[in-house]
């Protein structure tokens, strides 16, 4: 049964920083692609950023040069690391785990499993 558990969400005031950590248990996350998504009320699911099996990582146009996507395979965790946080990054973010190689193209369609979710909020 997979498991993935995000923690590190919470309130910080535009400009700053947070981490986000993504532990998984009953999968690899070395292997397969493995994404982080984000939601705001209204508002439909969307791609942040997206790291494949080799470790080529994909990032959406407004978080890029901000946000940074890694695994630590030896803890089996993924991360999103945010910096210059704006207002306009609040939303859940959830991360998700693919039964595949390759991200595709980034759509939630494409994963298979998904995290409960973490809350940022980000105050101007």
């Known amino acids: 049964q997979v498991q993935l558990v995000e923690t590190g969400g919470g309130s910080v005031q535009a400009g700053g920083s947070l981490g986000l950590s993504c532990a998984a248990s009953?999968?690899?996350?070395?292997?397969?692609?493995m994404g982080w998504f984000r939601q705001a009320p209204g508002k439909e699911r969307e791609k942040v950023a997206t790291?494949?099996?080799?470790?080529?990582?994909s990032y959406a146009d407004s978080v890029k040069g901000r946000f940074t996507i890694f695994k630590d395979n030896s803890k089996n965790t993924l991360y999103l690391q945010m910096i210059g946080l704006k207002a306009d990054d609040t939303a859940m973010y959830y991360c998700?785990?693919?039964?595949?190689?390759?991200?595709?193209?980034?759509?939630?369609?494409?994963?298979?499993?998904w995290g409960q979710g973490t809350q940022v909020t980000v105050s101007s």
């Open positions: 790291v494949n099996g080799g470790g080529l990582s």
């Open positions: 998700a785990a693919s039964s595949r190689f390759a991200c595709a193209s980034g759509s939630p369609t494409d994963f298979t499993y």
């Open positions: 009953g999968y690899t996350v070395s292997r397969n692609c």
